[in-house]
């Protein structure tokens, strides 16, 4: 095993939104310097890092010129070519790296990799033309979902087939009408709907529930967790997470269980999310996994002894992980930029309440929909944390004055 990268080295992050924001506080804690390689500039971690490299992602020279300036490198979202982790691997540490890069920023090889692996996953079959999808949804029946295979994100790239009459209008929305791709964008960057050439239909899951296991994995294979988080979400986007969960401990072990092969078969370093869902007969399912620091896991920042985020900078770096456990129930609940169309959030009127915590993530649009900042509170149980979270977070809406 390497030796540590010790504080006084520079960590560089490949993205730069708010994962990268508060990771990026969470190592400046700690003495480290950072860097931060995107296309953005001003961006959420640009603007705490000690350098912002504004910089295509498939412009290899730069890519390689800011591996040699830095340490080691992690990422803080997962739709970045692999050509340029590839190039950075080359020059120094890429960690998780390559390998969980390339399978979980595309749906179908992340869902062939569980199946394969004997995780449990909803069926699926990959969809390359009308005629495959019409095969598919024989298959598997209705209702399903297609999604884009890669570049998908908070419900974004996805479309629900409710009858077999819906098959042609949702392969249309997705480009699946136009495979062919002459894309001129920057690489990374999501492509325009019509030219996406591949996609997965999925079978529904009937739910009751939706939780995720954040945990993280170090150099030596050191593997620790945060339990159970409860998650909901609102128009595919998640609304509130609350810890600890309320699941029996049975399926709290299988979820850990699980999480931990998934990480182990990724070879995962650092910080990464397995979400489920939890079906009404109490069997889990894994719905998606994040090879990097999750929403949901925002709440440990108050909550946990050790912060998702400054257990992202040990692994990454190769130091012991931290412990886990939770000091008091808490609850996030997610600010989107719906928040502000009614003018300034009334900051105050949500800090007036015991124990809620406030991050904003420095975005100067707030468009609907946008990710803005995130509220934090602490309480004695977890339905106590929740209730208040969302009472702090109605009253960030101030009524209008009449003029």
């Not at 590839?86 to 992340?110: C, D, F, K, S, W």
């Not at 990454?316 to 959030?345: I, K, S, Y």
Request: proline share 7%; net charge negative.
């Amino acid at each position: 095993m390497s030796a540590p990268i010790l504080p006084g080295a520079t960590i560089g992050v490949l993205g730069s939104g708010q994962l990268g924001r508060m990771f990026a506080l969470a190592a400046r804690q700690m003495g480290y310097r950072i860097a931060t390689y995107s296309p953005d500039t001003d961006s959420p971690t640009g603007q705490v890092a000690d350098r912002e490299i504004v910089a295509l992602y498939d412009d290899l020279d730069r890519v390689r010129a800011f591996a040699r300036s830095v340490d080691v490198v992690t990422f803080e979202f997962e739709n970045i070519p692999t050509a340029t982790v590839n190039a950075m691997t080359e020059i120094v540490p890429v960690r998780p790296g390559a390998r969980a890069l390339h399978i979980t920023q595309h749906r179908l090889r992340e869902k062939t990799f569980l199946r394969d692996g004997g995780f449990p996953v909803t069926p699926f079959r990959a969809v390359r033309s009308l005629p495959e999808l019409h095969a598919a949804l024989a298959a598997l029946g209705t209702p399903a979902i297609l999604k884009t295979a890669g570049y998908g994100y908070d419900g974004k790239g996805q479309v629900r087939i409710g009858s077999l009459d819906d098959a042609d209008a949702a392969y249309a929305t997705l480009g699946g009408a136009q495979p062919s791709r002459t894309r001129t964008q920057t690489v990374g960057a999501p492509p325009d709907a019509a030219e996406l050439p591949e996609a997965i239909l999925e079978a529904v899951v009937p739910f009751v529930r939706e939780v995720s296991v954040v945990a993280a994995r170090g150099v030596d294979g050191a593997f620790m967790h945060y339990g159970v988080i409860e998650n909901t979400h609102q128009n595919g986007i998640l609304d509130l997470s609350v810890a600890p969960s309320g699941l029996p401990p049975h399926l709290i072990a299988e979820a850990v269980e699980i999480a931990h092969g998934v990480f182990t078969g990724l070879e995962i370093v650092g910080t990464a999310c397995v979400e489920f869902f939890v079906r009404d007969d109490d069997a889990l399912v894994v719905n998606e996994i994040a090879p990097r620091p999750h929403n949901s896991g925002h709440l440990t920042i108050e909550a946990a002894a050790t912060s998702q985020f400054a257990q992202q900078l040990r692994a990454v770096c190769g130091l012991p992980l931290g412990t886990t456990h939770f000091l008091r129930p808490a609850a996030m609940a997610n600010l989107l930029g719906d928040r502000w169309q009614g003018g300034e959030p009334d900051w105050a009127a949500a800090l007036a309440l015991p124990d809620v915590q406030l991050h904003l993530y420095g975005k100067r649009d707030a468009r609907p929909g946008r990710k803005m900042g995130h509220l934090t509170a602490l309480a004695t149980t977890p339905a106590e944390a929740a209730a208040r979270v969302l009472t702090a977070r109605n009253a960030l809406t101030r009524e209008q004055t009449k003029e």
